[in-house]
């Protein structure tokens, strides 16, 4: 008998947490605008059960999450290569990994524990607590949320929602996981409220109107330029943009969970389900960057060119500076971090879960769009990526993106070339789950 569970546990910091995801941010967590969760979905078939697990954070380190899924097989029957932990990407939550965006913010070791058992215990919690169920999976449609924020009047976006329906055998609607590519930042590096930012409004709108005892949760997508059509670069050295609210995230959330409820009664579920998991390494080729002691030279020299014009106020001579010292501060790391790689590889790997007849693809970074379209069009079934699907390597842009430059650009340490390994593998996973 097909089987399904759910779990949820609460991971709101204390106030003076500091918070990630905006370099600018100037403050700690002065207090809470809607909980954060570990949110846990279980499908479990007789011969395998897998989990899909998303955390309300920026991102998670693989060797994190790699602890995490160990831990959790020892706690349940289900095998570490079955589980998918993927972050929401709220920048509203507590630093939860180093790298380019916040080199001088340090991980709270004692949140991070209790970050991992939080994980563990909404897993298992999922386990214990399984239903008799029916489940299926399809997809809706939504305008006016994401905006490619690199060609704001022009660029492609991903307007599908991933949709996985779990009934029970009466037919009620328990739970939903979805899937919609978009960062969430509506809220800026002003905002010092912990908050899931509109994904969590999203859910909480699916939770009230599905009723009582119902589940939801909200995995990411290709992410990397999607946004409110906010400028990273501009976000990134505190420059505020309007409508940068609490009321325009519950808008946003809540016309993306009524994409989601207008499509669930279009999807089929059934008492049987088709499950699998499969995950291949795949080495992306990386930069080449000069040697550290330049970086830090060209840093240095930065940070002098910005307390030069700190008197002159916004001016766009000043936010040319100030951009100047994030990128040199990004470069400096990627050099210091990408040293280890002799080979000029990064391994990382790529995990499918198979569901009926989709595939869900963890991606460990932040996948342009444009990558995650060409692997839906190519092929044969239903894709569905998980942005930050399992750790974080950062910004994973399109090629052609590369020529024009910017903040995501310098953020990848990544070549071009990429992209064409990394949609070689997706299509592996594909064929090797649905033959």
């Known amino acids: 008998m097909l089987k399904a569970g759910f779990g949820r546990v609460c991971i709101t910091p204390s106030v003076g947490a500091t918070m990630a995801g905006f370099a600018a941010r100037k403050g700690v967590c002065s207090g809470v605008h809607d909980d954060l969760f570990a949110r846990a979905l279980i499908i479990d078939n007789g011969a395998l059960a897998v989990a899909m697990v998303s955390v309300d954070v920026l991102a998670l380190a693989s060797e994190f999450v790699d602890r995490v899924r160990q831990a959790i097989a020892r706690r349940a029957p289900i095998e570490a290569g079955r589980i998918m932990i993927a972050s929401t990407h709220t920048h509203a939550a507590p630093v939860t990994i180093s790298t380019f965006f916040n080199p001088d913010e340090s991980v709270d070791p004692q949140y991070m524990e209790r970050l991992a058992k939080a994980i563990?215990?909404?897993?298992?919690?999922?386990?214990e607590h399984r239903f008799d169920a029916?489940?299926?999976?399809?997809?809706?449609r939504v305008t006016g949320i994401g905006v490619n924020r690199r060609n704001p009047t022009g660029g492609p976006v991903d307007e599908e929602i991933g949709i996985v329906k779990i009934a029970d055998l009466s037919g009620r609607t328990r739970g939903v996981l979805v899937n919609y590519a978009?960062?969430?930042?509506?809220?800026g590096p002003d905002n010092l409220l912990a908050t899931g930012d509109f994904p969590n409004m999203t859910v909480a709108r699916i939770e009230g109107e599905l009723g009582p005892d119902s589940f939801a949760m909200y995995t990411n997508g290709a992410q990397g330029n999607i946004s409110m059509g906010h400028s990273s670069e501009l976000s990134a050295i505190g420059v505020i943009a309007p409508g940068r609210t609490f009321e325009h995230a519950t808008e946003l959330g809540f016309r993306l969970a009524d994409g989601v409820l207008a499509a669930l009664d279009r999807i089929e579920t059934r008492d049987v389900a088709v499950l699998g998991a499969l995950t291949l390494p795949v080495k992306l080729p990386l930069k080449r960057y000069p040697a550290r002691e330049e970086t830090a030279r060209d840093l240095v020299e930065a940070e002098k060119r910005v307390k030069s014009l700190e008197g002159t106020g916004d001016s766009p001579a000043y936010r040319r500076a100030k951009s100047e010292l994030l990128y040199r501060s990004i470069t400096h790391y990627h050099a210091r971090e990408t040293?280890?790689?002799?080979d000029g590889l990064l391994p990382i790997d790529l995990q499918g879960i198979r569901i009926q007849g989709a595939v869900f693809v963890a991606v460990p970074g932040e996948l342009f769009v444009e990558i995650a379209l060409r692997a839906k069009q190519s092929a044969r079934r239903s894709i569905f990526v998980v942005g930050l699907g399992n750790g974080y390597i950062g910004y994973l842009p399109s090629r052609d993106a590369y020529a024009g430059g910017g903040y995501e650009v310098v953020s990848s340490n990544c070549?071009?070339?990429f992209a064409d390994r990394l949609l070689e593998v997706i299509t592996q996973l594909e064929q090797g789950l649905i033959p």
């Open 182 to 187: 978009c960062h969430p930042t509506v809220l």
């Open 339 to 342: 040293a280890r790689f002799t």
């Open 134 to 140: 029916r489940i299926g999976v399809g997809s809706g």
């Open 415 to 417: 070549e071009p070339e």
């Open 120 to 127: 563990q215990d909404a897993v298992a919690s999922a386990w």
